[in-house]
């Protein structure tokens, strides 16, 4: 789709790095185009690369709507997450809310996410989206289970054990939600 915006990530890997604590800093992007198809696409670079920024630092410049918070996870396993979250007035009452969740470098894979609110806030209209795993992967690309509570919405990974959907490293899942809360 020529109205799209395309943003491309690159993340280098290097021991020493991991060994030195400075691997929260290993990810770049480049803004992008992508023409041809409908089976064959050709990829462009259409600006210099952000050095040490994950690609979903581009959605909060592109759109200042965004906030982002980093969370880091403590632990050997540990790593840095970061969330996007924007929030648009429907117009009715009520906000949707769009997420995206992006593991830099967490060793353990997420596989839940919950956003909390007032009691009683009325939570509807909610989403999930996760790239699909292709070439002969062997993680299943089942979405999570979505539920709400009082005071909650709760997404979590369904089955599939040691190969299931959770949220690996350098990847990204949307969560999306209606509220009747701004906050």
Known sequence: DPSST????AQYIQWEDAGAGADDNNASYRMS????????Y???????????KAAINAWAIIDPGVVLQTV??????GGQLQLGVKRTDN????????TCLHNLNCHDGIGGVSF???????????GFHSPEWHSNEVYN???WNVSTTSDSAVWLVGAGGA??????????????FDSDDPD
Not at 6 to 9: K, L, N, R, T
Not at 91 to 98: A, C, M, Q, S
């Open 91 to 98: 117009g009715d009452g009520t906000w949707h809310f769009e």
């Open 6 to 9: 395309y943003v491309s990530e």
């Open 42 to 52: 050709s990829l462009a670079f259409t600006a210099p690369t952000v050095r040490q």
């Open 72 to 77: 880091q996870v403590p632990g050997a396993d």
């Open 141 to 143: 690309n089942s979405g």
């Open 116 to 126: 909390t609110f007032a009691n009683g806030v009325a939570i509807t209209n909610q």
């Open 163 to 176: 190969n299931a959907n959770v949220l690996r490293w350098s990847t990204g899942f949307s969560f999306w």
């Open 33 to 40: 185009s992508i023409s041809g198809g409908p089976t064959n």
